[in-house]
């Protein structure tokens, strides 16, 4: 006689969500949980682990990719990328880069791409072209305009973080098969948002 409690589990098994889970090396029924932060802590965000031994899994990628273990033993979202990070690593040991930060190990480095409205900067921008004298009540309320106009278009987290030799310049490293939808206005967006071109690594460049 089947017990109802393993009735139970078996239909919560088959109704769940199939995702890689790089633990068991293939697909597995999974569910969502509270992803759980550096202090412990369960916070809002929650991720998909496996049924099964509990590891994070991940569903496929647009481009069909099998996530991986990366270097410090996290989840990667595909096995180039795990090999990217392991080659950086790697570049660091040798002298070739320092200062490499995982930007997707917490803590999390993310970049904000808020920008300004143009009329109320060009307004402001006007008035200090003609030199003209402006009282300080009005400038304070144009200040006051200006920042109003901040808006906050997206949150952008990149792959690597790093100084690159002879100059120890910082690069800021995303790693992708192919360019994604919407990457041009993500890059323009961070040139000018931070004054930072991003390096897009990985498969087939886009001309």
């Keep these: 006689m089947v017990k109802g409690g393993a009735i139970e589990g078996a239909a919560m098994i088959r109704a769940s969500v199939m995702a890689y889970c790089a633990k068991c090396g293939k697909d597995m029924p999974t569910r969502k949980v509270p992803e759980i932060s550096s202090r412990g802590r369960a916070l809002a965000r929650k991720v998909r682990r496996c049924i099964v031994c509990g590891e994070r899994a991940f569903r496929p990628s647009k481009w069909r990719a099998k996530p991986a273990t990366g270097t410090t033993g996290r989840m990667r979202h595909s096995t180039g990328e795990a090999?990217?990070?392991?080659?950086?690593?790697?570049?660091?040991?040798?002298?070739?880069?320092?200062?490499?930060?995982?930007?997707?190990?917490?803590?999390?480095?993310?970049?904000?791409?808020d920008v300004y409205g143009t009329r109320q900067v060009e307004a402001l921008l006007e008035?200090?072209?003609l030199m003209a004298p402006i009282l300080p009540d009005e400038m304070r309320?144009?200040?006051?305009?200006?920042?109003?106009?901040?808006?906050?278009?997206?949150?952008y987290t990149p792959d690597y973080l790093y100084r690159e030799s002879p100059d120890w310049r910082l690069v800021v490293e995303d790693w992708k098969?192919?360019?994604?939808?919407?990457?041009?206005?993500?890059?323009?967006?961070?040139?000018v948002c931070h004054g930072i071109d991003v390096r897009l690594t990985g498969g087939k460049r886009r001309a």
Excluded: F
């Design 141 to 155: 309320r144009r200040a006051h305009e200006v920042r109003r106009s901040l808006t906050h278009l997206a949150t």
């Design 83 to 113: 090999q990217r990070e392991a080659q950086l690593v790697s570049m660091q040991a040798a002298g070739a880069i320092r200062e490499l930060r995982l930007c997707n190990d917490p803590p999390k480095l993310s970049y904000r791409l």
């Design 177 to 191: 098969p192919a360019p994604p939808p919407g990457w041009s206005k993500t890059a323009a967006l961070m040139r």
């Design 127 to 129: 008035e200090i072209d």
